[in-house]
C-alpha cells in the first residue's frame, strides 16, 4: 500500500469558504485506490502568494520528503497556486524528491503507475495557468478600462468624475457602464466571491450589484 497525504486549499482566511468538501473527495479517491493516509493538510490563503509565503504548504512537502510519501493528493491545479511559475517549481521539487502529485479534477500526475514520467503534464500545467492569468489581467484591465472611459466623460459633461461624491446616488445606467465587467461575469453566473477575486472589487460592491440589477 502506497502513503499518501492530501493537500487541501482555500483563498478565504474566514469561515466562507471551506477545504471539507476537497478533503472527502480525496478521501473517497485514496480509500478506492488502497492509498494509506499519513496526514491531512488544510490551507487558507490565497493561491496568488509565492510558495515562501504559503506555511502549511511548505509544510505539507517538508513532510512527504521526510516521512516517505509517495503521492501527494490535490483536488485540482489551482490549488497548488495560481502562479505558473510557482506551480511549476513545487512540480520540479516534487520530480527531484521523486513525490508524485495526483491532480482529482485534471485526472493526471507526475508519474503513472509504472512509474513513467507524463510528458505533457508541465506543458498543459504552463497552458492552464497561463490561460488563467491572462483572463484575470484581461478581466482586470477591462474593468480599469471602463472605470476611465466613465470618468472622462463625467468630466467632459459635468467637470466631475462621478466617483465617490458623499450623498450622491449614481443612476443605474452609469452604474452599468462603470461595472459592465462584473455585472457580465455574475449574468454568466459567476458566484460573487469569484467575480470579486477577477475583477479586483469587493466582495459586498459585487453583492449590491447582484441585488440591484436581479441577477
Known amino acids: 500500500m502506497n502513503n499518501a497525504v492530501i493537500y ?25 485506490n488502497d492509498l494509506n493516509i499519513q496526514q491531512v493538510y488544510e490551507e487558507h490563503i490565497s493561491g496568488a502568494k509565492k510558495n515562501s509565503e504559503r506555511v ?10 521526510d516521512n516517505g510519501t509517495d503521492i501527494l493528493l490535490v483536488s485540482e491545479l489551482s490549488r497548488l497556486g495560481r502562479n505558473v511559475d510557482e506551480v511549476l517549481s513545487t512540480i520540479r521539487w ?33 497552458v492552464l495557468g ?4 491572462l483572463e484575470r489581467e484581461n478581466i482586470s484591465f477591462r474593468l480599469q478600462s471602463g472605470r476611465r472611459r466613465y470618468v472622462e466623460r463625467n468630466l ?12 450622491y446616488r ?32 469587493s466582495e459586498s460592491t459585487v453583492k449590491r450589484l447582484k441585488k440591484e440589477f436581479s441577477i
Open 94 to 126: 516534487s520530480k527531484e524528491n521523486k513525490l508524485n502529485i495526483f491532480l482529482q479534477k485534471e485526472g493526471i500526475s507526475i508519474y503513472d503507475r509504472d512509474g513513467k514520467e507524463n510528458p505533457y503534464l508541465t506543458i498543459m500545467i504552463a
Open 170 to 201: 449614481k443612476p443605474k445606467d452609469q452604474k452599468a457602464e462603470e461595472y459592465k465587467e462584473p455585472l457580465k461575469l455574475l449574468r454568466k453566473g459567476y458566484p460573487y466571491r469569484k467575480v470579486a477575486k477577477l475583477t479586483g472589487i
Open 156 to 167: 467632459a459633461l459635468t467637470g466631475k468624475s462621478g466617483l465617490g461624491r458623499e450623498g
Open 8 to 32: 487541501a486549499r482555500v483563498s478565504s482566511t474566514g469561515d466562507r469558504q471551506s477545504t471539507e468538501r476537497q478533503v472527502l473527495d480525496l478521501r473517497e479517491y485514496a480509500s478506492k
Open 130 to 133: 497561463t490561460a488563467a492569468q
Open 56 to 65: 502549511i504548504l511548505t509544510e505539507c512537502l517538508d513532510f512527504c520528503k
